[in-house]
C-alpha cells in the first residue's frame, strides 16, 4: 500500500525568509501524481502545486517550488519570500496514475513570524 | 463558477442520532470524493462516487456509513447511530472526469460535526 510521510510537524520561518518543507512517500507503481495542500485556519484545503511522476523537470508556481527526487522517492516543498498569509498546515498527497482517492501525510503545521 | 458547496458548515448531533452531510460537486464535474479529518490529522478517504455508482468503498467503515451520489441532486454521506468517535472534518472534493490524467480535486470548505 501506498503511505505519504511528512517528517516535521512543525517548522517556523521569518517573513520573507526560504523555509522547506519535506515529504517522502513508498509507492510500487511508476505512474503517479503528487500534490501539496494548504489548509489554512478557514480549513478550506487549496491546492498549492503539483508534479506528475513523468516528468523530470520540477514543478513552480510563482513562490512555490518543489524539489522532486524520484528514486529517492522525495518530494519537498519550497516557499521563497514567505509571506504571513503563507501560515497554514501544509499537506502532501500522492494519487496512483489509475486511482481515483488522494493519500495524504499528517501534515506539517508552518508559522511565519514577522 | 461556484466551487464545491457542502452543507451544513457545522452539524451537532447526539449520540444515536443520525447525521448527513451534502456536497454540490462544481458544475461539469461527475466524480465526487468524501475524505475525513480528525483532530490534528490528515485527510483520509472514505469513499469515490460517479453519478449512481460508487467506485471505490475501501475507506468506508463497514458499518453506519453510507453514500451516494443520484442521478440529480448532491452527494449525501449518511452516519448513523453517531458516537463521539465520528466528531470530525468531514470533506467532499470533485473532479470532472475519469482521474486517468492529473486532474486536481477541488476540495469543498468541510462540515464539521460534533457528536456530544
Known amino acids: 500500500a501506498q503511505t505519504v510521510t511528512q517528517s516535521q510537524p512543525e517548522m517556523s520561518v521569518q517573513e520573507a525568509e526560504t523555509v522547506t518543507l519535506s515529504c517522502t512517500y513508498d509507492?510500487?507503481?511508476?505512474?503517479?501524481?503528487l500534490f501539496w495542500y494548504k489548509q489554512p485556519p478557514s480549513r478550506q484545503m487549496i491546492l498549492v502545486i503539483r508534479?506528475?511522476?513523468?516528468?523530470?523537470q520540477n514543478a513552480t508556481e510563482n513562490r512555490f517550488s518543489v524539489n522532486f527526487q524520484k528514486a529517492a522517492k522525495s518530494f519537498s516543498l519550497k516557499i521563497s519570500d514567505s509571506q504571513l498569509g503563507d501560515a497554514a498546515m501544509y499537506f502532501c498527497a500522492y494519487r496512483g496514475g489509475s486511482q481515483g482517492n488522494l493519500i495524504f501525510g499528517k501534515g506539517t503545521k508552518l508559522s511565519v513570524k514577522p | 463558477n461556484a466551487g464545491v458547496m457542502q452543507n451544513p458548515r457545522h452539524l451537532v448531533r447526539r449520540r444515536g442520532q443520525e447525521a448527513r452531510l451534502r456536497c454540490s460537486p462544481m458544475?461539469?464535474?461527475?466524480?465526487v470524493y468524501w475524505y475525513r479529518q480528525l483532530p490534528e490529522e490528515g485527510l483520509k478517504f472514505m469513499v469515490y462516487l460517479q453519478k449512481e455508482n460508487i467506485i471505490d468503498e475501501s475507506g468506508m467503515p463497514k458499518e453506519r456509513f453510507s453514500a451516494e451520489f443520484p442521478k440529480e441532486g448532491p452527494s449525501i454521506l449518511r452516519i448513523q447511530q453517531v458516537v463521539r468517535g465520528d466528531s470530525a472534518a468531514y470533506f467532499c472534493?470533485?473532479?470532472?472526469?475519469?482521474?486517468?490524467?492529473?486532474?486536481?480535486?477541488?476540495f469543498g470548505p468541510g462540515t464539521r460535526l460534533t457528536v456530544t
Open positions: 472534493a470533485s473532479s470532472p472526469g475519469t482521474p486517468v490524467g492529473s486532474y486536481e480535486q477541488y
Open positions: 509507492t510500487s507503481e511508476s505512474d503517479y501524481y
Open positions: 458544475k461539469g464535474h461527475s466524480h
Open positions: 508534479q506528475e511522476a513523468y516528468k523530470q
